[in-house]
């Protein structure tokens, strides 16, 4: 144990989750690289969560992670407390209204097929997401025409004081890839609203979806997914593409050939390499057609 899990575990004596020191982010982020988490914390069920954030000081950084699809972690780690949520948080039911109720650490694609099962159209977007809920519902993703927030009824998490809240849509402040919710929240489930659908009608949406993102996407690769927002009026992968990053390397991190708003890990790339690769592709942009790419992966962590 680390200093910084000694103390926690000495707040906490009624902690029913897991607190491990020094685990290997690299392990968890689709990019297969990064240092470590200071500390790990998986909770056992949100009264664990409420329970660890009541007690956790205000000095202590915390971050919750999901499948870390959409995340590049630096190759100094993570300081203070990675927060990830386990099975007990990815349970998905529906209610018989066409609505499902889903926990955060859900599978993107895992709630597609259940909306499926269960007659309910307007998820098949979520087939080709390769994320948790808890990160769709914090920054809206989105895909083939629809967003997350076409779906929000409700979100439902637990603040840095331990404190459960519920959000409307609306309170969520929906924007392009983004929502207003408080950073210091974090999502536990959420209520979600589709409409009756056929089984045909809904697997033929999911199949058009898995054969764009396997012919169109470098989903074998060792990758963070979308790299760059979309700028308004503009397709991110074009300007890439139009100011010749297309294949583009820095160490052992290139654009990909096949997507060029997808970086990849091509074997031994280092945190610092997929950054610096990200940022030479924003400054060839900028240059080439004055537009200025927004990052849309989460880069969390420090420097080695």
Known sequence: MSA??????????????????????????????????????SPSDEDDLSYFLERAPQDVPIYPIGLGSNLLVRDGGMPGVVIRL??????????????????AAAADKRV?????????GGFAFYHGIPGSIGGALRMNAGAHGTETSDRVVEVYGVDRSGARRTFSNEDMGYAYRSSEAPQDVIFTGALLQGYPETEEAIRAEMDAVAEHRETKQPIK????????KNPPGHSAW?????????????????????????????????????????????????????????????????AA
Not at 275 to 286: A, F, H, N, P, S
């Open 4 to 41: 910084l899990a000694d103390r926690l575990a000495s707040l906490t004596p009624e902690l029913r989750g897991r607190l491990v020191a020094g685990q290997r982010l690299a392990d968890i982020a689709w990019f297969r690289v990064g240092g470590p988490a200071e500390v790990l914390f």
């Open 86 to 103: 386990g099975k007990t948080f990815a349970g998905i039911a529906s209610d018989g209204h066409a609505r499902l109720r889903v926990g």
């Open 112 to 120: 597609a097929i259940a909306a499926l099962e269960a007659g309910i």
């Open 221 to 228: 690769s060792r990758t963070g997914g979308s790299t760059f």
């Open 238 to 302: 074009k300007l890439i593409d139009a100011a010749g990053c297309r294949g583009f390397r820095v160490g052992g991190a290139q654009v990909s050939e096949m997507h060029c708003n997808f970086l990849i890990n091509v074997g031994g790339a280092t945190g610092a390499d997929i950054e610096t690769l990200g940022e030479e592709v924003r400054r060839r942009v900028k240059e080439h057609s004055g537009v200025e790419l927004e990052w849309e992966i989460k880069r969390i962590g420090v």
